[in-house]
């Protein structure tokens, strides 16, 4: 096997340990946290606060910083562009997700904020994950993207239900 095709292969642990602590250990911790104080508040509540709080809010916030900051790593790692060309692409994906993130973290202060960054993050996350089956991952780091994007859907999209539902 060539050195670039085993390059491939590698998984970054610390994309991973991010995705996981973002996206599972950091909300949970904060929902039973949460949930000791706020007793009357039901889980489905207290998933959309802390979910839209670490898994969008967080995650595309210090996504978008890296991606403006440095582009190459999205490129490289996530999707195997090697086209430096392509980095003003990502910058500006970059920015799109500073803007929803800093929208999702606020949405901790604001409230009312919190079903439309919901709907946005989770729809943004949503299409991002089932393009991301439609390309067929190429990498595992494209797999640990792809099925973190379909999960925070789908939690995001059970927290809308619920809201809307009441």
């Known amino acids: 096997m060539k050195r670039e095709n085993q390059m491939d292969l590698k998984i970054s642990k610390i994309y991973l340990s991010s995705i996981l602590l973002l996206m ?10 949460d949930s000791r104080y706020h007793q009357d508040h039901d889980l489905i509540a207290l998933a959309g606060k802390w979910f839209v709080f670490w898994a969008v809010g967080v995650r595309l916030l210090l996504a978008g910083v890296r991606q403006a900051a440095k582009p190459a790593f999205t490129l ?15 910058r500006e994906l ?10 999702s973290v606020l949405s901790i ?14 729809l943004y996350m949503g299409i991002a994950g089932v393009y991301h089956i439609i390309k067929k991952p190429v990498s595992p780091n494209e797999v640990i ?3 973190s994007d379909i999960y925070i859907f789908i939690v995001l999209a059970v927290y809308l239900y619920g809201y809307f539902v009441k």
């Not at 599972?24 to 946290?33: A, D, E, G, N, T």
């Not at 490289?76 to 990502?90: D, G, T, Y």
């Not at 970059?94 to 929208?103: K, L, Q, V, W």
């Open 76 to 90: 490289q790692e996530i999707f195997h562009i090697k086209n430096k060309e392509s980095e003003v692409i990502v």
């Open 24 to 33: 599972l250990i950091l909300p949970i911790i904060s929902i039973v946290i």
């Open 145 to 147: 993207a792809m099925v």
């Open 94 to 103: 970059g920015f799109a997700n500073i803007c929803f993130g800093i929208t």
């Open 109 to 122: 202060l604001i409230s009312e904020w919190r079903p439309a960054a919901a709907f946005v993050g989770g």
